[in-house]
């Protein structure tokens, strides 16, 4: 496998993301890119905005604007919070473009011409208050199946059933808590039971995956019905049929053109490389992307959508379910190798709430943290396979305790006493077994930490970098080269350097994925010259096809590290280091618990 597809879940634009989201599909897809990168894999990480749907719509009418000036608001603040994170995206668009629009249209045809896309008259839930047409999300009531008090619209988050509005028992909607109405409309639909068995079949090769992942997508596959892909909308992709195409108040349902985005981001890549077919090497299940990986990362809400629907309507434009048909326009395309579902990020024991203050948004924790903090907390403790807490007091103990006193202490103190005894690294002479065995366990480290990488295991894998460090500065502590004062000692303190500061270049190559500005700092503390980790930029560009000009996240990563050890150069000139993390006073946690809602 050469070739990697990250694709990365779309934040939706009605507002800024908080910490939780990012633990979900932000730090865990950028660590995975990066590593792949490093270990010689093309990657392409791909995302951006989602940007239609009824609750862009409600949204923009209570700020007073429209849905395109409220999507190009938020969208500007996602672009500048995933940069300061230095998510590593080859592309992070929107779904306003036309680009997008002529993709999702081109997928909605193919199904369509296979006889995946049905049309049926159902009920649609109506605001009586506004006339407008109520979004599944947006219909709180009991499940019928499970009776669990808060299920919504679509899916019941208790029992996993998909559902539609008018199943729920006493519904109600969470813009206004009235009743809604239900009236008749025609609508189309995917017809997910005809692409039931090919599912299955598929999904019984996918072993490899996260248990709970694999067991919940399973079980959906027992009661597969077509879902509503069009609604009774005036803000999102026109509906690319004879008679439907310039109606204003029926549109492509949000949920179906934001799937459809991984492959228009690639597109619109591909189009700005100056190689409009380049996506194909990523894409193509017939051609030269047939040996491609396609891994999706998300939170666990998005699950169905990812190991069950886009998969469906990747079957069904490919002419591969129960009723056949040919591929469409782009060829037959690849389902997803891997989806890696991250669980839920809680804050202080509770859900995060922008209404109830219970949240710390991206912009507010950068402003007054380092990147690689929060970036280290969601890799050693985020929700990787359980739902996991984030509290101020946990923070600032991994840190003070580990980032600072572990791997900032490190560096800072090898560094230190090479700059202050040779004012360069100096050379190693004649090695014990004890800085052989050090210099062996950094080396193992490269092999251990990168296939957990790969099989999604970042606790571990960080875990197992970290444990290089530890071996580093207990090597330190026995070894005392700041004992060694007598001129005859110089050359063994020297050697003790050498070693030390070794095992710091491979350490930071390992963390390179997890901590990739201060992996930066550090390569430059070692005399190291260069890009070390290569970082996004924001650009601003113009829409292929005509619209609004935009700003988009995309970089140069073909530079940096490679993942293995390098020997480092004896000779090269040592400055005194400056410190790479920031010790933060315990009276943050107060200051922090004070901001949020009571």
Not at 194 to 206: F, G, P, Q, S, Y
């Amino acid at each position: 496998m050469s070739h990697v597809l990250a694709a990365v879940a779309w934040p939706y634009a009605n507002g800024p993301r908080h910490i939780g989201h990012v633990s979900g599909f932000g730090v865990p897809s950028d660590v995975f890119s990066r590593y792949m990168r490093m270990a010689g894999h093309d990657v392409l990480m791909v995302s951006g905005t989602d940007e239609h749907g009824t609750p862009i719509q409600v949204q923009a009418d209570s700020e007073g604007l429209t849905p395109r000036e409220l999507a190009d608001r938020y969208n500007r603040v996602i672009v500048e919070d995933l940069h300061g994170l230095g998510l590593s995206y080859d592309l992070f668009t929107r779904t306003t473009t036309g680009n997008h629009y002529q993709v999702v249209q081109d997928l909605f045809d193919g199904l369509y011409r296979n006889g995946y896309i049905i049309a049926k008259t159902t009920l649609g839930a109506i605001s009586p208050s506004t006339g407008r047409t109520l979004p599944d999300r947006y219909i709180e009531g009991t499940c019928p199946i499970c009776g669990y008090g808060s299920a919504r619209g679509d899916q019941c988050d208790n029992c996993g059933n998909q559902l539609d509005p008018e199943q729920l028992i006493n519904p109600r909607s969470r813009i206004n808590g009235e009743t809604p109405e239900f009236v008749e409309t025609e609508h189309f639909f995917l017809d997910l039971p005809a692409v039931a068995e090919a599912l299955a079949a598929w999904l019984d090769t996918r072993d490899g995956w996260r248990p709970n992942v694999l067991r919940f997508s399973r079980n959906l596959l027992d009661d597969l019905q077509p879902r509503a892909i069009t609604r009774d909308l005036e803000w999102g992709v026109p509906i690319p049929l004879e008679g439907w195409r310039d109606r204003s108040d029926k549109r492509i349902y949000v949920w179906f053109d934001a799937v459809i985005g991984y492959l228009s981001a690639s597109i619109e890549w591909a189009r700005r490389s100056g190689d409009p077919s380049a996506w194909k090497r990523w894409w193509s299940a017939d051609g030269e992307g047939k040996d491609a990986g396609a891994y999706y990362f998300m939170g666990k809400d998005n699950i169905v959508f990812h190991s069950v629907i886009w998969p469906a309507i990747l079957l069904g434009y490919s002419g591969q379910g129960a009723r056949g048909g040919a591929p469409g326009d782009l060829g037959s395309l690849n389902l997803p190798t891997e989806v890696v579902s991250s669980e839920f990020l809680t804050m202080e024991g509770r859900k995060f709430s922008s209404s109830r203050q219970v949240v710390i948004y991206v912009r507010d924790f950068l402003e007054r943290y380092d990147a690689d903090a929060l970036r280290y907390f969601i890799a050693v403790a985020g929700p990787e396979s359980q739902d996991t807490d984030f509290t101020w007091a946990e923070f600032l103990r991994r840190n003070n305790d580990e980032l600072v006193a572990g791997w900032g202490n490190l560096v800072n103190r090898s560094i230190s006493m090479a700059a202050k005894n040779f004012g360069e690294i100096p050379p190693a002479l004649d090695l014990t077994p004890e800085d052989e065995a050090l210099l062996a366990v950094a080396k193992a480290g490269f092999r251990t930490v990168g296939e957990l990488i790969e099989k999604h295991r970042q606790k571990q894998a960080i875990g197992e970098a970290m444990r290089v460090v530890a071996e580093a500065n207990k090597y330190l502590s026995e070894q005392a080269p700041w004992k060694l004062k007598d001129a005859a000692d110089k050359a063994r303190m020297g050697t003790i350097l050498h070693v030390a500061l070794q095992v710091v270049s491979d350490a930071n190559t390992l963390l390179t994925p997890f901590l990739p500005h201060s992996a930066q700092k550090v390569h430059e503390l070692l005399g190291g010259t260069g890009t070390h980790a290569p970082m996004p930029v924001i650009e601003e560009v113009d829409d292929l096809d005509g619209g609004p000009s935009y700003p988009v996240l995309t970089g140069d990563y073909s530079v940096g590290a490679r993942w293995e050890s390098v020997p480092i150069e004896a000779g090269r000139a040592l400055a005194a280091p400056k410190p790479v993390f920031r010790k933060l006073d315990p009276s943050i946690v107060d200051e922090e618990l004070a901001r949020l809602g009571s």
